[in-house]
């Protein structure tokens, strides 16, 4: 199990405790929640990145952050290619 999904869980375990009995909600504040926590909103991707691609989300640093705090970038796994 990846730090990505412990994460998404918690923020799911965290959702589920305030948001009872709906799990498409739910999910959507999982992943928004998992948005803000790795994301840069500048650089969202607009299209389907390919394998081998330099990792839109991070730019190929393989890491997210402000220098300060560095987040693995989860899409390419730390390794600054799209999977
Ligand atoms: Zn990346």
Redesign the pocket.
């Known amino acids: 199990m990846s730090r990505w999904m412990c994460v998404l869980m918690l923020a799911t375990i965290g959702c589920v405790a305030s948001i009872p009995d709906d799990a498409t909600l739910t999910a959507d504040l999982a992943v928004e929640t998992a948005i803000v926590l790795v994301a840069v909103p500048d650089i969202l991707p607009d299209d389907e990145p390919k394998p081998g691609d330099t ?1 839109p ?2 730019e ?3 890491y ?1 952050g402000d220098g300060k705090v560095r987040v693995p ?1 989860q ?2 796994g ?3 290619k799209v999977k």
């Open positions: 990792c989300n991070c190929g640093r393989g997210v970038c899409p390419c730390g390794g600054g």
